[in-house]
């Protein structure tokens, strides 16, 4: 069973202080990975998909990499309005016809001015 | 922008009484979801459509049906609500993109079962 686990649950940063958040998963046959940022009240906001080992992407302060076995979404100088939820998650290549994607619980970031 | 709309945006519904949530787009993408979002847990798959008339169940999907007779349109129907299916339901949609597919998020419609 595909499953996926992000740390840690909740992070508060200072303004400026770079950390990364942890996504750790177990799939069959990585089709992709995806990244998400929620606001409360709020869809999930989509930002990057990985497909494969050593892939890197940026987005403004975000990078996010990828290895076989986890991909790490690294916040540098972070501001109070990088404050969000983000999420993980997987599709395997096994996936069926509904291309069934695996979601973690998510991260809780706090960006403290 | 992924031009999703999502309706109602809240409700608050009595236990046993049907309920219908409304998922539109504007773009004619062929693959729609419906997942729900509960505290500790991820989102999961309620059901999905791989186009008119073309729908089947995901990981959630007891108590729930849904019906898609247009591209646009995507319904997700509670025949008779229960409190366990309070939540926040959100709808999505698959872009094709040259390196593979995405999935885009709508606003979310949050589901009070009384």
């Known amino acids: 069973e595909d499953q996926v686990t992000q740390s840690p649950e909740a992070l508060r940063l200072q303004e400026g202080e770079s950390s990364s958040l942890n996504c750790s998963y177990t799939v069959s046959g990585l089709r992709g990975l995806f990244w998400y940022r929620q606001d409360p009240g709020k869809g999930p906001e989509f930002l990057f998909t990985l497909y494969s080992a050593g892939e890197e992407k940026e987005k403004e302060r975000l990078k996010a990499t990828l290895t076989k076995k986890e991909s790490f979404l690294h916040i540098t100088a972070p501001k109070p309005e990088d404050s969000a939820t983000y999420l993980c998650?997987?599709?395997?290549?096994?996936?069926?016809?509904?291309?069934?994607?695996?979601f973690g619980i998510g991260t809780k970031l706090q960006v403290i001015p | 922008d992924a031009g999703i709309t999502q309706s109602p945006r809240h409700k608050v519904t009595e236990t046993g009484t049907p309920v219908t949530l409304r998922c539109h787009q504007t773009e004619n993408h062929r693959y729609m979801y419906w997942y729900r979002q509960d505290p500790g847990h991820g989102l999961r798959l309620i059901h999905y459509?791989?186009?008119?008339?073309?729908?089947d169940k995901g990981e959630v999907s007891d108590g729930y049906s849904v019906s898609r007779s247009k591209t646009e349109d995507f319904l997700l129907t509670l025949e008779s609500a229960t409190s366990s299916q309070t939540s926040v339901y959100f709808c999505a949609i698959r872009f094709r993109e040259l390196s593979g597919n995405t999935i885009y998020f709508g606003e979310g419609s949050w589901l009070t079962v009384v």
């Open positions: 998650a997987v599709q395997a290549s096994n996936s069926g016809g509904y291309q069934k994607v695996t």
């Open positions: 459509s791989y186009g008119v008339k073309d729908t």
